[in-house]
């Protein structure tokens, strides 16, 4: 297997029992650290996927290393700790750990454990890699979906939530006549009776952020008896 495993431990009796299981299971790439110190710099240049972390170690706690793990990497972060205590599993999930495995363990639940962390980030970048950055640009605004932020000719817009999600559905339908009923359903998330009062302040403060004279619009429309539609301006 490619995948890289860091054991942390500084009971070395642990990390060899470990590291063999792991060959076993067809594990190759794995380094050894025996303190925190060592952990983290076997860890910012060595990129493992998946670290076996010890919390009790001679320098520093396990829980210290995670934090600064986080401060460089995503990988999973499974802790080892003799302690059964919920105040420290607690601790160590709340530093950014992914697991916690209590000692006296089996080396193969822990090998078990790892490959359930491989597999979730495998899920992951199958997912990241199905969901495209999305920019979406009508005109002057454009839309970074990803950051859920809004921009009119590259200044950021403050917009509330309601703002962005009337925005962002009407920059997704460009020149579409939405009715007031659709927005609600949308943006607000129901299906009851529509408050036309609601829609239209909303309306009114959106028009406020992108337009260039509010009481004016030339891409957020009206259609009288209809709905509104977004269309890129400048109109004739």
């Known amino acids: 297997m490619s995948d890289k495993i860091l054991l942390v431990d500084d009971e070395k009796d642990i990390v060899t029992l470990l590291e063999e299981v792991l060959i076993k299971d067809g594990f190759s790439h794995i380094r050894k650290a025996h303190t925190g110190q060592s952990a983290l710099e076997i860890c910012a240049e060595y990129q493992p996927d998946v670290v076996i972390l010890d919390i009790m170690l001679p320098d520093m706690d396990g829980i210290e290393v995670c934090k600064k793990i986080r401060e460089f990497s995503h990988c999973s972060i499974l802790f080892l700790s003799s302690k059964n205590d919920d ?4 601790l160590g999930l709340a ?24 597999r979730r980030q495998q899920y992951t970048q199958i997912e990241t890699a199905g969901e495209q950055a999305k920019t979406l640009s009508l005109g002057t605004i454009r839309i970074d979906t ?18 962005y999600g ?27 009776v529509v408050c036309d009062n609601t829609i239209m ?27 509104y539609k977004l269309v890129e301006g400048n109109r004739v």
């Open 201 to 227: 302040v909303h309306i009114r403060h959106l028009r406020e952020k992108i337009e260039k004279d509010a009481s004016d619009p030339e891409m957020l429309l009206t259609v009288k008896g209809l709905g």
């Open 95 to 118: 530093a950014g750990g992914d697991d916690y495995v209590t000692k006296p363990f089996s080396p193969k639940e822990v090998v078990y454990r790892i490959k359930s962390q491989l």
């Open 87 to 90: 105040v420290d599993k607690i």
């Open 146 to 163: 990803d950051a859920s932020c809004a921009y009119r000719e590259d200044e950021l817009l403050e917009l509330t939530a309601k703002e």
């Open 166 to 192: 009337l925005l962002l559905y009407l920059m997704e339908n460009p020149n579409k006549i939405i009715s007031k009923e659709r927005l609600y359903e949308q943006v607000w998330g129901e299906d009851s």
